[in-house]
């Protein structure tokens, strides 16, 4: 149980596109969402957070105008990277809690990979 | 000083031996703490969770919590090749909205 997929898993752009990435919780209801960005060989670096139906609230440095969060269901969040440019090129990662009996617990989709020419 | 310390290694251990993997955090009232596991390209994965003082065990995984001294760490028993990856240390932040705060993770390699 406590399985979430992401869609698409690898996408190319060119500059100046939107980009939409959809996270899904497939056997449970996720009450938070999560959206993280990770660059190669650094850490984990958490974007934003979202609840179902309410806005999402945003970490410190990250534009809230460029990368749009939408939580509109218990099992779908969508992150849109808007006008991408090369430098959001990133290995995105959504991740959802509110499994039943899975106090906590945080789990991870298998990651979008942008890249943006 | 970071919220979540980890050793960011490599730890290299010869296959079947148990790897011990490290962890301090700062935040006293922290009351949820997990590992994760990465891959090279790949997402992380839950592979422990512990809430109480002491030892929790899972199969060839053994946690170990000491809130006192605000320590955990991961034991990898008989440890395989498979098992080379890197090893985030997460808790639970206690600001609200449920967010997780990571240490930068520390690589293993277990040599065959």
């Known amino acids: 149980g406590a399985v979430v997929s992401q869609h698409p898993s690898r996408v190319i752009c060119k500059s100046g596109t939107s980009v939409k990435i959809e996270c899904r919780s497939l056997d449970f209801q996720a009450t938070t969402m999560f959206w993280y960005r990770q660059f190669p060989k650094q850490s984990l670096m958490l974007m934003a957070t979202s609840n179902e139906g309410s806005k999402a609230t945003y970490e410190q440095g990250v534009e809230k105008d460029k990368f749009l969060i939408n939580h509109a269901s218990l099992t779908l969040s969508t992150l849109t990277v808007t006008s991408a440019h090369p430098e959001d090129s990133s290995f995105y990662i959504c991740?959802?809690?509110?499994?039943?009996?899975?106090?906590?617990?945080?789990?991870f989709g298998p990651g979008t990979r942008l890249t943006v020419l | 000083q970071k919220e979540v310390e980890q050793n960011s290694g490599p730890l290299s251990v010869p296959e079947g031996a148990i790897a011990s993997l490290n962890c301090t955090y700062s935040d006293r009232v922290s009351q949820s703490f997990f590992w994760y596991r990465q891959y090279s390209g790949k997402s992380p994965e839950l592979i422990m969770s512990i809430y109480s003082n002491g030892d929790k065990e899972d199969g060839r995984f053994t946690a170990q919590l000491n809130k006192a001294s605000q320590y955990v760490s991961l034991l990898i028993r008989d440890s395989q090749p498979s098992d080379s990856a890197t090893y985030l240390c997460a808790v639970l932040g206690s600001t609200g909205f449920q967010k997780l705060v990571f240490g930068t993770g520390t690589r293993l390699l277990v040599s065959p």
């Open positions: 991740s959802a809690s509110g499994a039943s009996g899975r106090h906590n617990e945080q789990f």
